[in-house]
């Protein structure tokens, strides 16, 4: 899908109804939020995306809101205590999730076949913490980071990218 009917509507001054956030919905329904279910319950993520679309969303997001590998690395002191602790598909296991966000999304715009256009949005969030500015990298770090990040929405049938 392109991003041509959501920004026809805008264009028109027409209302463009995005989904809700996709970790709140999780925490909702009483499902831990940790690694964003995106491998462990990945039915469970695909249906949140469905029902927003069911619920009239002209734009779903995928489920990626601080999901890059630096995130996941801080929850660590060091490298040494991220070997201690035995989480050695760390290093992989960022872009795995990413790109299962983006297919989840895309699959559940498939399977809920809306009568209208239904754009995907890579949600992009801080690298650091969104809580604390003061953690955040250079700008030159940041594209670094954020480069690797951008590759699965483009060319994977995400239509749009939501720099929040």
Same mark, same amino acid.
């Given at each position: 899908?392109?991003?041509?009917?959501?920004?026809?509507?805008?264009?028109?001054?027409?209302?463009?109804?995005?989904?809700?956030?996709?970790?709140?919905?999780?925490?909702?329904?009483?499902?831990?939020?940790?690694?964003? *279910?995106?491998?462990?319950?990945?039915?469970?993520?695909? #249906?949140?995306?469905?029902?927003?679309?069911? =619920?009239?969303?002209?734009?779903?997001?995928? +489920?990626?809101? *601080?999901?890059?590998?630096?995130?996941?690395? +801080?929850?660590?002191?060091?490298?040494?205590?991220?070997?201690?602790?035995?989480?050695?598909?760390?290093?992989?296991?960022?872009?795995?999730?990413?790109?299962?966000?983006?297919?989840?999304?895309?699959?559940?715009?498939?399977?809920?076949? =809306?009568?209208?256009?239904?754009?995907? =949005?890579?949600?992009?969030?801080?690298?650091?913490?969104?809580?604390?500015?003061?953690?955040?990298?250079? #700008?030159?770090?940041?594209? *670094?980071?954020?480069?690797?990040?951008?590759?699965?929405?483009?060319?994977? =049938?995400?239509?749009?990218?939501?720099?929040?």
């Amino acid at each position: 899908m392109s991003y041509d009917p959501i920004r026809d509507k805008l264009k028109r001054g027409e209302t463009v109804i995005l989904d809700g956030a996709i970790g709140t919905e999780i925490l909702r329904r009483n499902v831990t939020w940790a690694d964003h *279910q995106l491998a462990s319950r990945p039915a469970f993520v695909r #249906g949140i995306h469905e029902d927003y679309i069911r =619920a009239g969303a002209d734009v779903i997001s995928t +489920n990626s809101f *601080q999901l890059c590998r630096r995130a996941l690395f +801080n929850h660590f002191r060091d490298e040494a205590h991220r070997r201690h602790i035995g989480a050695p598909d760390l290093d992989t296991r960022a872009d795995l999730l990413l790109a299962a966000s983006v297919k989840l999304a895309v699959e559940a715009r498939t399977l809920v076949g =809306a009568a209208r256009p239904v754009a995907v =949005a890579a949600a992009v969030t801080t690298l650091e913490w969104c809580f604390r500015p003061d953690l955040a990298p250079s #700008g030159e770090q940041a594209r *670094q980071e954020y480069r690797p990040r951008l590759k699965y929405g483009s060319g994977r =049938a995400s239509s749009l990218r939501d720099f929040s």
